[in-house]
């Protein structure tokens, strides 16, 4: 069984560019979670959905991050413009069922450089 | 806001020894939760605890809701080179979960 996927596995960009990050989770986990995680702050939860739905959306930093979740097997975290300071490692995470209590199981991560 | 402060922040240890690290917060949690990570890799959840008091192991892991509901303890027996890694505490209440900042476990040969 596929575990939650992840890409792309590493991005550099430039500031000011479009970042998009994708996330296919398990098949049958209803709820995904976007976490960011860097050496300062660890690791934050930026924003869950249940059934596509986005439920909690308070860690998302600003206004320049978007995350949509368009079908029950594919989400996106975007960084529009993207800044130094949103490098970091980018994980998601997907669930069967409820809120951040329930069992996570967590993709390899994206690991995103703004030069 | 709700903060999480796990310690030690690293650890060296001989192999074979036991480990203990621990979180403590001000604010009562309702689960805490004890992950695995390994370099590349996301965090593996370990041991989940719903109710104050509760022990729960899980092999040579044993993890502890602390009575106050403020505090958590993970301790690993008999260490082997595999468990090298950063351990993470979580905790969660009205489904809002805060990680403490790990510990980072080495293993000497």
């Known amino acids: 069984d596929a575990g939650v996927i992840q890409s792309p596995r590493h991005e550099v960009t430039e500031m000011g560019q479009e970042v998009t990050l994708r996330c296919k989770p398990i098949s049958g986990h209803n709820s995904l979670f976007w976490y960011r995680q860097t050496m300062m702050r660890g690791l934050e939860l930026l924003i869950y959905f249940n059934n596509n739905v986005p439920i909690d959306d308070s860690g998302m930093p600003e206004d320049r991050f978007s995350a949509k979740m368009p079908n029950a097997s594919f989400s996106t975290l975007k960084i529009q413009p993207s800044e130094p300071r949103d490098s970091a490692v980018y994980f998601c995470?997907?669930?069967?069922?409820?809120?951040?209590?329930?069992?996570?199981?967590f993709g390899p991560g994206t690991r995103l450089t703004v030069l | 806001g709700q903060q999480l402060n796990q310690s030690p922040q690293s650890m060296f240890i001989q192999e074979g020894e036991d480990v203990s690290m621990n979180c403590t917060s001000s604010s009562i949690f309702n689960t805490w939760l004890w992950y695995k990570q390994e370099p590349g890799e996301g965090p593996v959840l370990l041991i989940a605890l719903y109710k104050a008091g509760e022990l729960t192991s899980n092999g040579r892991l044993t993890a502890q809701f602390g009575i106050t509901r403020k505090d958590s303890f993970l301790n690993i027996s008999a260490s082997i080179p595999s468990d090298v890694g950063i351990y993470f505490c979580?905790?969660?209440?009205?489904?809002?979960?805060?990680f403490g900042k790990g510990t980072r476990l080495h293993i000497l040969p």
């Open positions: 995470a997907s669930s069967v069922a409820g809120g951040p209590g329930d069992t996570q199981y």
């Open positions: 979580a905790g969660l209440r009205d489904d809002k979960i805060i």
